[in-house]
């Protein structure tokens, strides 16, 4: 491997960390910002980290500003019933 691709693999390593990171979302929007175009993966948690809802998996997006929507709702469709406040994860992962 050489340098130059190391030292991107580090960036997205670094930069997969901080998508991860989990960021507090109502029903509504979120927005969180790509460093690189890859695929990625998102999902709903509630205050305990129980999975509430998966939101997409294995889309591909640009680099930049991504909207985050969500209505409010389980995996079941019904209004999310576990603790608030909400947090939306997201992976940058390329994988497929």
């Known amino acids: 491997m050489r340098c130059r ?3 991107l693999a580090a960036w997205l390593l670094l930069a ?3 998508l991860s990171c989990p960021r507090p979302v109502a029903a509504g929007a979120a927005t969180v910002d790509l460093p690189c ?3 990625t993966s998102a999902a709903i948690f509630d205050s305990s ?6 939101l997409w998996s294995g889309r591909p997006y640009p ?7 969500w209505d409010g709702r389980g ?18 992962h390329n994988v497929r």
Do not use: E, S, T
Request: some cysteine; aromatic content about 4%; proline content about 8%.
């Open 5 to 7: 691709d190391r030292l």
């Open 16 to 18: 997969l960390f901080a």
């Open 37 to 39: 175009a890859c695929r």
């Open 49 to 54: 980290g129980r999975l509430i809802r998966a």
């Open 63 to 69: 680099a930049g500003p991504l909207a985050i929507q």
């Open 75 to 92: 995996d079941d469709g019904k209004p999310a019933a576990g603790a608030a406040p909400y947090q939306v994860r997201v992976v940058a």
